[in-house]
């Protein structure tokens, strides 16, 4: 056994504590007391390693599926768009830098201001997040790779495609001029002639997609994949931020996705969801919108804020003070980001009540926050500060964010907000607190974690003139307008008259955007000639960080997963590196020719199995590919070839999947000191289970904001509430899902141990799919023999989008219950450890209680007619 620094709280310290109480799993914990082993290893093992993980030379690399190669090219893409963005917002800002002035014409600047918007918020600040937790996060967790590798990569090719077949649009004349926001009635067909509205709703929708991919990746991985011993309390902060990050955007994102498919309806179908004179109403639009946009300015806040916490504890040396009370301040401040999107909507009307609810709660949200901002200060003054770029940069982005910060209480008072609604003051307020609470941390962590990435830094002398320009360049640019906005300048003007007194503070504001862009122009060439020289270099862990990232090393991430023990596990046992570069401790080597990893318990971080890791794989790249074609041919009403990409990317999902879940010829394996593990594992214990629920949460959100929709419209206009609800076929279409949810319930794991018991489980799951579509058919056609019509009024539209909704799930469900026949048809699906027919059952059991909300809402509630 190797021995521990005196005083250090070391590995065998750890495991007497866990051993002394049973693991939640059955592991006993007494058996980390074999770590580190004493010890060579034997010759071979570490190229072994190396060989399995290796990514793929050439052109074939954009297979490849590791999150190392995906989360760079993730933060590479993001950064571009950001510059892209940056680039409009400079020519807005010479626009406005002199009354009067004719740079562009009207519409052009209209486009341009939309995109800006829409790009930084939808293609750069929560993928940048996203994409650095994709990098990052295994290597915190000391995990080889993400649980779901190909969906990283799925995840990563839909957005990058998507996103820049978006952002071409400008170059075209087809982009969006209606606001990052797309209010109707000004984005409605009526208004918003041709096809630009529409690649703004398809794509985004398209881009939201791929970021609930990317958040059930990264739920999962935080959960189940910690490195042994990594208990809740052991977890770092910037895990914690990880996890609340996807559960705010499996919750909040839902509803985005449907609001932009409630607008595409109305543009496309002529349903009246929006339109106040059938029954529609916009400010529908709205609730549904900021109950997606307020959260997304925490979910880009929080992943941030715990970079901030991390390199804060590095750059002072010194433990995070009050680290459970920021964790805590992290989840209140997910919790009520929730309750205060209406502070957005104090102008349209609301009931003093209502107004006064969320005027409370915008000021209540500012506590959470402030007690991270005061945690970082306390680390700081308590500890020995380095002088280096990043503590610029978190300083700087400290200072910025607060003053961000005391704006928005500001505008979160109802009569202030009067005043300030939809001026510069506001535009003030929001890029204050993104970049100070956003752009600076993502900075800061470039300096930081470069090391980590090519064994070189970036340049300490270079990276003081990049602050200095970008912190003096933020406050030139964005203080005026604060003035400017009390002066009575409105948002989205392109230009103005040259007695409203606006065109010194303007022209200031554009001399500091342009100061900001030298900065940003300064570090990209920085970059540039960092990343070009390669990696390979000696400056690692220069900072002397205590995390466990800085043990990475190539693709699988570290040598061996080691035990930990601390908050700051390198800090804690100074022999900690050495041990798990030597091979002492779990999976020194492949232990089945595979990729691998470890699966740990939720909470105590208790092994449980080895995960089979998929390698480099064409078949998400292809289908995140044709599910863009998909979307973006719809925009254009190429029907035809439309509907080949939809075949092509189901049939290239279908591909990728079946490669997976499989069982190996090694059920136990040793991972490490003669302890032996599954390779296998289904029911709650397995990880797949745990993103089949994720997926269940997600279309069950967007339903609850159908019927939220629905609920809303019957309520404001029940006078166009005229068709009575059929009462017919309730009966009958309640028992064809009742018995879909038995059929699938009867399918359980336990019959597979039948002697045809997969055969039996095949038949039903197929059978469960048609006794949805029969009752989804029943419903519609009785709707359809009462008179209901989706462009006749606005309850029409609210029922057919509920039931159109539980179409596509139900189409979805038929062609998974194929996909399972067919696997099992081809010998794929043995055994009672069977994750597909899981996966399977919940999605069939969700799915028939989705449909008796759908047939049993419009008739509980059916308001005027009925």
């Known amino acids: 056994m190797t021995t521990h620094s005196a005083g250090a709280p070391g590995v065998d310290g750890a495991v007497r504590d866990a051993a002394e109480e049973p693991g939640e799993t059955g592991f006993d914990a007494r058996l980390y007391l074999r770590f580190p082993t004493q010890g060579g290893r034997p010759?071979?093992?570490?190229?072994?390693?190396?060989?399995?993980?290796?990514?793929?030379?050439?052109?074939?690399?954009?297979?490849?599926?590791?999150?190392?190669?995906?989360?760079?090219?993730?933060?590479?893409?993001?950064?571009?768009f950001f510059v892209a963005a940056g680039i409009l917002s400079l020519v807005m800002r010479v626009q406005l830098a002199a009354p009067l002035a004719g740079i562009v014409p009207q519409e052009t600047y209209n486009q341009l201001f939309t995109m800006h918007g829409s790009v930084m918020m939808f293609l750069f600040a929560v993928p940048a997040v996203e994409a650095i937790a994709v990098l990052l996060l295994p290597q915190m967790l000391a995990a080889r790779d993400l649980p779901f590798p190909r969906l990283?990569?799925?995840?990563?090719?839909?957005?990058?495609?998507?996103?820049?077949?978006?952002?071409?649009?400008?170059?075209?004349?087809?982009?969006?001029?209606?606001?990052?926001?797309?209010?109707?009635?000004?984005?409605?067909?009526t208004y918003s002639k041709g096809i630009n509205a529409d690649f703004w709703l398809l794509g985004i929708g398209f881009i939201e997609i791929s970021a609930i991919a990317g958040a059930i990746e990264l739920i999962v991985g935080v959960l189940r994949t910690r490195a042994p011993g990594m208990t809740l309390s052991k977890m770092p902060v910037y895990a914690w931020a990880v996890l609340i990050f996807g559960v705010m955007i499996i919750l909040a994102f839902p509803a985005m996705i449907l609001v932009t498919l409630l607008l595409e309806m109305e543009r496309a179908f002529n349903w009246p969801l929006f339109d106040a004179t059938r029954g529609g109403d916009p400010l529908l639009y709205q609730h549904l919108f900021w109950f997606f946009g307020h959260p997304d300015v925490y979910i880009i806040f929080l992943p941030a804020s715990a970079m901030v916490s991390t390199m804060v504890v590095t750059v002072a040396q010194q433990k995070l003070v009050?680290?459970?009370?920021?964790?805590?301040?992290?989840?209140?401040?997910?919790?009520?980001?929730?309750?205060?999107?209406?502070?957005?909507?104090?102008?349209?009307?609301?009931?003093?009540?209502?107004?006064?609810?969320f005027s409370a709660a915008s000021m209540a949200v500012a506590i959470p926050a402030g007690a991270q901002v005061f945690a970082w200060i306390a680390t700081l003054a308590s500890g020995r500060v380095q002088r280096n770029v990043p503590s610029l940069f978190l300083v700087g982005g400290i200072l910025i964010f607060v003053m961000g910060g005391l704006t928005g209480v500001m505008v979160g008072m109802v009569a202030f907000d009067g005043q300030a609604h939809d001026t510069y003051f506001v535009v003030a307020h929001f890029h204050y607190v993104l970049i100070?609470?956003?752009?600076?941390?993502?900075?800061?962590?470039?300096?930081?974690?470069?090391?980590?990435?090519?064994?070189?830094?970036?340049?300490?002398?270079?990276?003081?003139?990049?602050?200095?320009?970008?912190?003096?360049?933020?406050?030139?640019c964005f203080l005026p307008m604060h003035l400017t906005g009390l002066m009575g300048m409105p948002r989205r003007v392109d230009t103005y008259l040259p007695?409203?007194?606006?065109?010194?503070?303007?022209?200031?504001?554009?001399?500091?955007?342009?100061?900001?862009?030298?900065?940003?122009?300064?570090?990209?060439?920085?970059?540039?000639r960092c990343f070009s020289?390669?990696?390979?270099?000696?400056?690692?862990?220069?900072?002397?960080?205590?995390?466990?990232?800085?043990?990475?090393?190539?693709?699988?991430?570290?040598?061996?997963?080691?035990?930990?023990?601390?908050?700051?596990?390198?800090?804690?046992?100074?022999?900690?590196?050495?041990?798990?570069?030597a091979g002492r401790y779990f999976l020194p080597n492949t232990a089945t020719g595979h990729r691998e990893t470890l699966i740990t318990s939720t909470s105590r971080a208790e092994p449980q199995y080895l995960q089979i890791m998929p390698g480099p794989s064409w078949w998400p790249f292809l289908a995140a590919l044709f599910t863009a074609g998909f979307f973006l041919l719809l925009t254009v009403k190429a029907l035809a070839l439309c509907a080949a990409c939809g075949v092509l990317a189901i049939a290239s999902l279908m591909r990728w999947m079946w490669d997976s879940d499989r069982h190996i010829q090694h059920h136990q394996v040793d991972v490490g000191a003669d302890i032996k593990l599954p390779t296998y594992f289904a029911g709650p214990q397995s990880h797949a289970w745990w993103a089949a629920v994720l997926l269940d949460i997600v279309l069950g959100m967007i339903f609850l904001m159908a019927m939220f929709s629905y609920l809303y419209l019957a309520g404001s206009h029940p006078d166009w509430w005229r068709v009575t609800a059929p009462r017919d076929g309730l009966v009958g279409g309640l028992a064809l899902l009742t018995t879909a949810a038995a059929l699938a319930w009867a399918a359980r794991p336990a019959l597979a141990r039948l002697r045809y018991g997969a055969g039996i489980s095949?038949?039903?799951?197929?059978?469960?799919?048609?006794?949805?579509?029969?009752?989804?058919?029943?419903?519609?056609?009785?709707?359809?023999?009462?008179?209901?019509?989706?462009?006749?009024?606005?309850?029409?539209?609210?029922?057919?989008?509920?039931?159109?909704?539980?179409?596509?799930?139900?189409?979805?469900?038929?062609?998974?219950?194929?996909?399972?026949?067919?696997?099992?048809?081809?010998?794929?699906?043995?055994?009672?450890?069977?994750?597909?027919?899981?996966?399977?059952?919940?999605?069939?059991?969700?799915t028939a209680f989705e449909g008796s909300a759908a047939l049993l809402l419009p008739r509980i509630v059916p308001w005027g007619g009925a």
């Not at 303007?506 to 990209?524: E, K």
């Open 43 to 80: 010759a071979g093992e570490l190229e072994a390693l190396e060989q399995v993980w290796a990514s793929p030379k050439g052109w074939r690399r954009l297979s490849d599926v590791n999150n190392n190669v995906i989360g760079f090219m993730f933060i590479v893409t993001a950064f571009a």
């Open 762 to 846: 095949a038949a039903l799951m197929a059978l469960s799919a048609c006794c949805l579509a029969a009752a989804l058919a029943v419903d519609l056609r009785d709707w359809w023999s009462a008179g209901l019509r989706g462009d006749a009024s606005a309850q029409g539209a609210a029922i057919f989008v509920m039931l159109a909704w539980h179409g596509v799930i139900v189409a979805a469900v038929l062609l998974c219950a194929l996909y399972y026949v067919a696997r099992w048809m081809r010998g794929l699906a043995p055994g009672p450890a069977n994750k597909t027919l899981e996966a399977l059952r919940l999605l069939f059991i969700y």
């Open 152 to 189: 990283s990569a799925f995840s990563y090719w839909a957005y990058a495609i998507g996103g820049t077949v978006f952002f071409c649009s400008i170059f075209f004349s087809l982009a969006p001029s209606d606001g990052w926001f797309m209010y109707p009635p000004l984005s409605s067909g």
């Open 533 to 581: 020289r390669g990696t390979g270099g000696n400056a690692r862990n220069v900072f002397n960080g205590g995390t466990l990232e800085w043990l990475s090393a190539g693709n699988y991430a570290v040598r061996s997963i080691p035990v930990v023990n601390h908050l700051e596990p390198l800090w804690a046992d100074p022999q900690l590196g050495k041990d798990v570069e």
């Open 322 to 357: 009050g680290h459970e009370i920021v964790v805590l301040a992290m989840v209140a401040t997910a919790f009520i980001s929730f309750g205060v999107w209406a502070h957005h909507m104090f102008t349209v009307g609301l009931p003093n009540l209502s107004s006064g609810y």
């Open 436 to 476: 100070g609470g956003m752009v600076f941390p993502l900075l800061a962590g470039f300096y930081y974690w470069t090391p980590m990435l090519t064994g070189r830094q970036l340049s300490e002398r270079i990276g003081r003139w990049v602050f200095w320009l970008n912190f003096v360049g933020v406050h030139v």
């Open 499 to 528: 007695e409203r007194l606006w065109g010194l503070p303007n022209l200031i504001s554009t001399v500091g955007a342009f100061i900001i862009a030298a900065g940003i122009l300064l570090f990209l060439i920085d970059a540039v």
